[in-house]
């Protein structure tokens, strides 16, 4: 009886033993947006000038001396020779992959390409050349892409960096009882858009320096490059400037969109409000304070007194505010608010002596006198609608714009009549 038992359930056994290794598979087909990559050997050998480039997706602008530095979103820098205003003259384009911001110091370029800084010789612009490299400074990062309607393959940053996105029909093979669970890289998280990610913050230009505008996130104090990403701080040592290193970086908050400089005391500007960091010591920010704001992106400008920070919602940005609040600062340790005022989807901001510029979306650019921090609104003086205004630098008399549709020079020595000087438009 024992015998015939085992003689069952032997049998039995190797059935379920084989029935337990087979799994019902499946094979899915479907569209999706692949990344496509570059080899870090040839990303990292491709810096150098090219011909002319048209302005496709114009990103940040920087000046210094009669040249203005465009970037192109994660491709590169245009360079122009801006000594006549109303005819800006081509001088190349630097190709720089996966570039957003940029910094000038004595004649060296300082940008970011992708996860590395890349220091570039501008003795010569149109002969631009590449002379020191921090690798991997930066986290690794990947381009934005419009399409949201597809699955969006994953990432294998051990293949290079990723340079685009193209549709595939993808075939896998799929276990029923283990679904496979697709991730989405989502390029506003990881890679410097404008909406997200210009030069050196401060409006006032130093030795050897040049001027960005109010999306910053580089900055430039005495020998070293200050820059943040999302919630990282990084000082760069630019005592060999063909040389820089990475001396130190810290976590100094969550959300960070822009950052202003103002001598050694750091204003950002970040999803929910202004903080404030005291850069004495450019290795260790040490924060101040911080004005609270409703969720919105927010960069930030700063003149003696006075913060002039605009919060724009929808999309990205969270909530639906859309306004400027302008902030007294004479108490660093407690930012006040002035008054805010009503916008309809403001960008960049500028302010030079009592000309305020406010880049309003498709509202496009609006210049106020803000003598009176109370009475802005009510003191308009001139409004330029129908173009799409990202970032300004004001220049005393002059005023530098960029907004998605193209690069705009404007005289205002004469507030009363301000005048467009030049464009360059965008290719369409």
């Known amino acids: 009886m024992k015998k015939l038992y085992w003689n069952s359930l032997v049998p039995f056994l190797l059935l379920v033993v084989m029935l337990s290794g087979c799994k019902d598979k499946y094979t899915e087909q479907y569209q999706s947006l692949e990344p496509v990559y570059m080899t870090y050997d040839d990303f990292r050998a491709s810096v150098k000038v090219v011909s002319q480039q048209d302005l496709v997706k114009p990103g940040k602008i920087y000046t210094i001396g009669n040249y203005i530095f465009i970037n192109e979103l994660m491709k590169g820098i245009h360079v122009y020779n801006n000594a006549n205003p109303a005819s800006p003259q ?14 000038v110091r004595n004649n060296v370029l300082y940008a970011d390409s992708y996860i590395d800084l890349v220091a570039i010789d501008i003795t010569d612009p149109s002969k631009a050349k590449e002379v020191g ?29 990723v340079v685009s996105w ?13 679904y496979t669970i697709y991730p989405v890289y989502y390029g506003e998280k990881y890679s410097a858009s404008m909406d997200a990610l210009s030069s050196s913050g401060t409006n006032q230009s130093t030795s050897g320096a040049g001027i960005g505008g109010s999306m910053a996130r580089f900055g430039l104090i005495g020998n070293s490059l200050v820059a943040v990403d999302t919630y990282m701080y990084y000082n760069f040592d630019l005592s ?9 970086k810290s976590q100094v908050n969550w959300g960070i969109q822009t950052m202003f400089l103002s001598g050694k005391t750091m204003f950002l500007g970040t999803t929910n409000g202004m903080l404030v960091y005291d850069l004495s010591d450019v290795t260790k920010p040490v924060y101040i304070s911080t004005f609270w704001h409703a969720t919105g992106c927010d960069p930030v400008v700063v003149q003696d007194n006075r913060a002039y ?24 340790l407690k930012p006040a608010l002035f008054r805010s005022y009503t916008m309809d989807g403001p960008y960049g901001v ?79």
């Open 90 to 103: 081509d001088v190349g384009f630097i190709n720089i992959p996966g570039n957003a911001d940029m910094a």
């Open 133 to 161: 490299r921090v690798k991997s400074a930066f986290p690794y990062s990947v381009p934005s892409y419009d399409q949201t309607t597809y699955r969006v393959g994953q990432v294998d940053d051990t293949k290079g960096v």
């Open 166 to 178: 193209e549709v595939q029909t993808v075939r896998k093979e799929i276990n029923t009882d283990n």
């Open 240 to 248: 060999n400037p063909n040389s820089p290193s990475l001396a130190s």
């Open 309 to 332: 920070v605009t919060i724009r919602g929808g999309n990205a940005c969270g909530s639906n505010i859309n306004r400027l609040d302008v902030l007294d600062v004479t108490n660093i």
């Open 350 to 428: 500028g302010i030079s002596g009592d000309i305020l510029f406010v880049c309003d979306g498709t509202s496009g650019l609006k210049v106020y006198n803000a003598a009176d921090p109370l009475l802005i609104a009510e003191h308009l003086l001139a409004k330029f609608p129908g173009i799409q205004a990202y970032d300004v630098i004001p220049l005393g008399k002059s005023l530098l714009m960029i907004g998605s549709d193209g690069f705009y020079q404007y005289d205002y020595s004469d507030v009363t009549n301000i005048k467009q000087v030049s464009v360059i438009k965008v290719k369409k």
